[in-house]
DNA sequence: TAGTCCGCTACGAAATAAGTAGCGATATTA
DNA sequence: TAATATCGCTACTTATTTCGTAGCGGACTA
C-alpha cells in the first residue's frame, strides 16, 4: 500500500501563503485570460465571453464573482473593469507577453 | 435563441497568440506550483507530490509531462529540475510573491 | 529471498467546465 | 403602445478534468 502522505507539510515559515492562494485563483481556467482581457477595455458581460473565445455563460459568471470577492474586478455602468488591485496585478504579470514570445520562438524550433 | 457568437474574433494582429498558449498552460492546476517548488530545489516524485500538499500521483505524472513537453521541465538522476527556460519563466514570475504580500494584506483588511 | 522504497499507472468517484435554452429587465423601433 | 432586440444572468445536461486509492514492476538492502 502506498505509504500516507502528509496532508500539509511544515515550512520554513509562514511566508508563502499568500502565494499559494494567487495560484489557486490564477490557476484556474479563464481566470489570467479575463483579467488580460479587462486590461485592454473595460467590457460588458457579452464582450467579454466573446473576447474569451465564446466561453461558457455560467463559467464566465461565477468567474466574474470569484475575482470580484478578490478585488481584481468591479462592476460600473460601462462594463466590467480592473481595481487598481487588479490593474497592479496585471503589471506585475506584463513581462509575460515578452517571455511568452520567446518561450514560442524556441519551442517551434 | 441565444445569438450564436462568432467562435473567433479577428484580433489586431499575430501578437498575443504566444501569451494564450502560457494562459492555457499556467491556467491548469498545480502547474505554477510544480514549477515554483522545482525553482527551490530539484524533487523526485514523491517529493514533489510532498510539496504540493499530497496531489494526486496520476494528475502529477500528466503535469510532469506537460512541463517536460514544453520544455519547461526535465529529468535528471537526482530528480526534476526546470530548464533554462524554466528558469527563465519563474523569474518572470518572481514578482508575483510581492504583490500576493500585499494583496493579502489589503484583502483582509 | 524477503522487505522496502521508488516512479508511475489504472480506474472509479467527485468536482469543474462546456454547451445550450431561455427568463426577466431594459432599450429601441414601428 | 406594442413588437422586437439585446442585455446580464440562470438552469439545466453533458463532457472533461481532477481526485483518491490500490498496486505493479524495478532497484536497492538485509
Known sequence: MTT???KKL????SSGVA???VFD??????????MW???SDPLSFRGLQERC?????????TRIKQLTEAE???TTS???????????LMNTLNPLRDWAADWEEKISK
Open 4 to 6: 500516507p502522505l502528509p
Open 10 to 13: 511544515v515550512r520554513g515559515s
Open 19 to 21: 502565494i499559494m492562494a
Open 25 to 34: 485563483l490564477l490557476g484556474r481556467k479563464w481566470n489570467m485570460r479575463i
Open 37 to 39: 482581457e479587462l486590461n
Open 53 to 61: 473565445d465564446g466561453m461558457s455563460p455560467s463559467v464566465l459568471n
Open 72 to 74: 481584481l474586478v468591479f
Open 78 to 88: 460601462e462594463g466590467y473593469k480592473l481595481t487598481t488591485l487588479g490593474l497592479s
